[in-house]
């Protein structure tokens, strides 16, 4: 199971960076995603990093202000955000993708990632 943490309260244009961490297992086997998901709204996958060359996608909400990396030595996905927008405002969760696919794809489809655990709360606001 993973953990997103980092998360906060931050001004509008500011920076937040979230970690997604695992106990038991190693990340770079897997590709890993963000997905966040606001009240009333579905589950809106934002960005993953691939496991075998670590190719980067992201949803165009977020694409040139968000940057996803792998720290392997300390089995660690970043989420790097930046120029934060009031819509950002979610709770942020990281998965695994233990099988292969188009992962820009799959990134609309969260029903296919697995090992979710607890998310991590974003508030954008002034």
């Known amino acids: 199971q993973l953990q997103a943490f980092g998360g906060g309260l931050v001004q509008p244009g500011g920076s937040l960076r979230l970690s997604c961490a695992a106990s038991?297992?190693?990340?770079?086997?897997?590709?890993i995603g963000w997905f966040r998901q606001a009240p009333g709204t579905g589950r809106e996958g934002i960005s993953c990093?691939?496991?075998?060359?670590?190719?980067?996608y992201y949803s165009d909400s977020v694409k040139g202000r968000f940057t996803i990396y792998r720290d392997n030595a300390n089995n660690t996905v970043y989420l790097q955000m930046n120029s934060l927008k009031p819509e950002d405002t979610s709770v942020y969760y990281c998965?695994?993708?233990?099988?292969?696919?188009?992962?820009?794809?799959?990134?609309?489809?969260?029903?296919?990632?697995?090992?979710w655990g607890q998310g991590t709360q974003v508030t954008v606001s002034s």
């Open positions: 990093i691939a496991s075998s060359d670590g190719s980067t």
């Open positions: 998965a695994t993708r233990r099988r292969g696919g188009n992962l820009l794809s799959l990134l609309r489809l969260w029903v296919l990632w697995g090992d």
């Open positions: 038991g297992s190693t990340l770079d086997y897997y590709a």
